[in-house]
């Protein structure tokens, strides 16, 4: 079975600072990886996925994820943090092939300070 | 111009009732989702149809019912609901999934509170 963690459940960074997401999968062979953004209130939406067409994934708002296959590792990035960037994000794995069932990490809120 | 909606957004209702979120769709895509967010916003799929037909059915309670009466409309239907089923539930759609992963594109969600 697929699985993803993502360790911690929050981070806190200053605007303006590097913002630094961790995401780490489980699988047998490599996956589909994506990371979502969820406001407050609101639904999710697709900030990037992986569908190993490239290792560094570029994404809306700035971010961006590497995909190393070494460090079963799809860590989420933006250089400069912006206080809209305050969210609940989640890392989410998928099979290759027919199903795209969605396994998702248990989130990490990241909140921006002034 | 929503892509996924649904309705309602809140719900509160009484334990043992029976009550029904609906969702659609208007971005012509063949499959649709349920997925649970509970209180410590922990998401996991529920269903999923591709053009009406159930494809994924995981470990559910059997009071939890999709039906979908055409690929662009989910419905959920809850019986005899419990304190447990309190979370917000999320519907989303993709297009037919296949050799080429396709994005899932999530509605607002429906915050159910079950008293």
């Known amino acids: 079975a697929q699985s993803v963690t993502q360790l911690g459940s929050h981070v806190s960074v200053s605007e303006g600072a590097l913002v630094l997401l961790r995401c780490n999968y489980s699988?047998?062979?490599?996956?589909?990886l994506f990371w979502y953004v969820q406001y407050p209130n609101q639904g999710l939406q697709l900030l990037l996925k992986?569908?190993?067409?490239?290792?560094l994934v570029k994404g809306i708002n700035g971010f961006e994820a590497e995909f190393k296959k070494s460090e079963t590792s799809f860590h989420l990035t933006k250089p400069s943090a912006h206080m809209s960037d305050a969210a609940e994000y989640f890392c989410a794995v998928s099979p290759t092939g027919a199903n795209s069932k969605l396994t998702f990490g248990k989130g990490i809120t990241l909140s921006v300070r002034p | 111009d929503t892509a996924v909606s649904q309705t309602p957004k809140y719900l509160v209702t009484q334990m043992g009732n029976d009550k029904s979120i609906k969702c659609e769709q208007n971005l012509g895509h063949d499959t649709m989702y349920w997925y649970k967010q509970d209180s410590k916003k922990f998401l996991k799929i529920m269903f999923s149809y591709n053009n009406k037909e159930l494809i994924i059915n995981e470990t559910v309670p059997n009071r939890f019912s999709p039906k979908s009466p055409d690929k662009a409309h989910l419905n959920l239907h809850i019986n005899s609901l419990e304190l447990g089923d309190s979370a917000v539930y999320f519907c989303?759609?993709?297009?037919?999934?296949?050799?080429?992963?396709?994005?899932?594109?999530f509605g607002p969600g429906t915050r159910l509170l079950v008293l």
């Open positions: 992986y569908t190993s067409a490239a290792t």
């Open positions: 989303a759609s993709s297009q037919v999934p296949g050799v080429v992963v396709q994005t899932q594109y």
């Open positions: 699988s047998s062979v490599p996956p589909y």
